[in-house]
Each structure stands twice: as C-alpha cells, then as structure tokens.
C-alpha cells in the first residue's frame, strides 16, 4: 500500500486548500477501513485532525471543526480534506493514513502546508 498526500502549498490567512490522498495498491481493502487526515506542525507531535469511516460518517478536532472539512472517494481511492478560512497555526506537514496507526507504521511523504498571516 502506498499515500500519495498532495495539494499543499502557500496561503494566506483565510485562505482555502483542497488535499487529496491517493491510496494505492489496496483497492479491496480501502472502501472497508477509515481513514484520517493528520499533522505534523513545527516542534509539535503529528495529531489526528478529521476522520472518516468507512460509512463516511466523520469527526473533527475542535481546532479544525467548521472550517475542514473530510470526504472519500471509494472508486478512486481517494480522501480529500478541504480547508477553509485557513490560519497560521494551521501551518503544518499533513498526512493521509488508516485509523489507528502510529509513528512506527508507513507513512507517506506529506504534503506541506503553510500559512501567512
């Protein structure tokens, strides 16, 4: 299985980003699994920020809730994450991965995110 994160780039503050993740080389198992969108920002601990399952049902951290925004694609093995009204301390590395791993499981590259205020 490989995460292909892209869509990141520079904004300013307010501003809007549409990620996307395609996942490869699982297309049985992709539509059965949640999966997440998480981040990395400078100094700080990679955290999970929006998930969606496998029923497309979804839940947000507070610091993201109303602005992002997570969907799938089943027949291409996709995830999305729309962010609006982006902020600086939105600046980060975000990754695509399955609910429930840790630092220790593969990883894709990310994609980075900055934000100016």
Not at 35 to 64: C, F, H
Not at 99 to 113: E, K, P, S
């Amino acid at each position: 299985v490989q995460l292909v994160e892209s869509g990141g780039g520079l904004v300013q503050a307010g501003g809007s980003l549409r990620l996307a993740c395609v996942v490869s080389g699982s297309n049985y198992i992709f539509r059965l699994r949640g999966m997440g969108w998480y981040r990395r920002a400078p100094g700080k601990q990679r955290e999970l920020i929006a998930r969606i399952t496998a029923g497309s049902n979804t839940v947000y951290v507070d610091s993201v809730k109303g602005r992002f925004t997570i969907s799938r694609d089943n027949a291409k093995n996709t995830v999305y994450l729309q962010m609006t009204n982006l902020k600086p301390e939105d600046t980060a590395v975000y990754y695509c991965n399955w609910l429930g791993v840790n630092d220790h499981d593969y990883w894709g590259q990310g994609t980075l995110v900055t934000v100016s205020s």
